[in-house]
């Protein structure tokens, strides 16, 4: 999965902002290494975008509403049989 390079860029500014005013000539060099370690960690997570997890989550939905659907008319079958 892919991260918003914004976002990154921002989370790395934000943690070279936090760096202590004596270090600031460093600061660029921080944000890049920030950012390069922001980027190896992600990226060895399994993530999937919102948009993978809602498609899923709604095969998922309907497979348990089919599910449900064919418990009942087991049901309806096996009470069926069960009368004779």
Do not use: C
Request: hydrophobic share 40%; no cysteine.
């Amino acid at each position: 999965m892919a991260f918003d390079p914004k976002s990154l860029d921002e989370l790395a500014r934000k943690l070279a902002d936090a760096v202590p005013p004596g270090l600031a000539a460093l600061k660029s060099d921080l944000e890049q290494n920030f950012k390069a370690v922001l980027q190896g960690g992600l990226a060895k997570l399994d993530l999937v975008t919102r948009q993978e997890f809602d498609i899923q989550a709604g095969v998922l939905r309907r497979s348990r509403e089919r599910l449900e659907e064919l418990e009942k008319r087991l049901a309806a079958l096996e009470q069926g049989k069960s009368r004779r």
